[in-house]
């Protein structure tokens, strides 16, 4: 058996017997638990679950090789185990069990530690860290987890699975274990659609948990945005969370709101735009570096900070954060402190350009509503955009992505993103429609600039000096995936050799 490496682990655990927390299961002591027969460490539970294309009962016989204590398994699973040595565990729903066996194997870490939660379809990401900069400013040692990887106070946490926004329940109990061992005392982290449907998050209540938006994503996954506004408010009803903070200026976050005072086991904080809001901006000023002075109403008083982060879409990520760390009881003054520094890889990051340049930001832009909102945070003036679609993820957001694109910026490079196993032409075809058919009403240019090298080499040659650049779908990614092979790929590098080659070769602009 090939055994792989996993997310990290706390040095020790005590265990617990498997009947003090599955009823009817054998007092055998697990002292961790694991969903994948090749990560398994000697002592575990393995939890074999049905999936897409095969069972996990499959791969039991490995496991109890590897040294699993016990199978936990649905009535499917179980009826094709005989003979393994090791107790077979029947419950309806393994996936769920595993879930709460892994809090109590691992001390259910997270009743130790302040948990902030943010999901929603954009925004989770600058919202964690800038959660992560107010907690750190008032103090306390933050974890964080999510799509930029695990970090423990501002330092990585090693680990081969870092590119999953919400790791699966075993693995995050564990990480949250790790990270209490290693003397957090919070932890900000974004919580997936994927991670509620599928049971990850159970075992934890959160002190404060966001919800920013909800708009085209996953779609794929959850058939349509009722399934997926359904996945997402499970993070704030049957006591998964103490504290709700709403934005209200999203149709779906009104009706969450609603949701949540019925369901009666959450206290509902919202944020927005309307005179309403527990928290709104008062005043908010752009200085000449870009940096963003902000005066905030909120349940108690008015209270300012500054943010260097692009975008008023960035100042709304704000205003959650804030919002977070109130209402989790962080000495709000010292946290605002933090706000100011607070710098998100891959989220509008400026890409630095030596001497008569045009302006280049990356971002992770990825659904119709975030390319708009990229694209009309830049400055008045021409803005082009370099932008593609993942392969092997919701098709439906090609066309609506490339109109988006063709509204806001005046050239729009369609190139590739991660294809994965499809066609990149093919994808190219789908975001080229839906901007084309946009730029016949907006004027914009709209061309097929191939790959994304020689697409980012097209943007930056027909930029003139201060035009802006938004390279956008990919945003923090060190890796492009491509027929099943990932090649090392940044954004932010590939536009600065780019740069470099065109300006030291004397390359000309062209209009």
Known sequence: MTVLPSLPRPVS??????????????????????????????GDLYAALPGASTHGARFAALAVSGGAVAVLTDPAGAAELHGLGVPVIQVPDPRSEAARVAAAVYGHPADRLAMFGITGTTGKTSTTCLVEAGLSAAGMVTGTIGTLGFRLAGEPLVSDRSTITTPEAPDLQALLAVMLERGATAVAMEVSSHALDQHRVDGITFDVAAFTNLGQDHLDYHGDLES??????????????R?????????????????????????????????????????????????????????????????????????????TAVAMLDQGSVDLDAALSGLAGAVVPGRMERVPLAGDAPNVVVDFAHTPEAVAAALSALPAGRRIAVLGCGGDRDAGKRGPMGAAAARFADLVVVTDDNPRGEDPAAIRQAVLAGARAAASRSGAEVIDGGDRRSAIRTA????????????????????????GVVSPFSDVVVACEEWQAANGGGEQWIS
């Open 13 to 42: 655990t005590a265990g617990v017997p498997l009947g003090d927390v599955v009823p009817g299961a054998p007092l055998i002591v697990a002292t961790g638990v694991s969903l994948d027969s090749r990560r398994l460490v000697p």
């Open 228 to 241: 997926y506004f359904e996945a997402k408010s499970r993070l704030f009803l049957g006591g998964q969370t």
């Open 243 to 319: 504290e709700a903070v709403i934005s209200i200026d999203d149709p779906w976050g009104r009706r969450l709101v609603t949701m949540i005072e019925a369901d009666g086991q959450a206290r509902v904080h919202t944020t927005g735009s309307d005179p309403a809001a527990d928290y709104r901006v008062v005043s908010c000023a752009l200085d000449a570096a870009g940096r963003s002075r902000v005066r905030l109403a909120t349940p108690a008083r008015e209270v300012g900070f500054e943010l260097g982060m692009l975008g008023s879409f960035n100042v709304t990520n704000a205003v």
């Open 460 to 483: 930056l040659r027909a930029a003139r000096p201060g035009e802006w650049i938004a390279i956008l779908g990919k945003g923090h990614e060190q890796g492009q995936e491509i027929g």
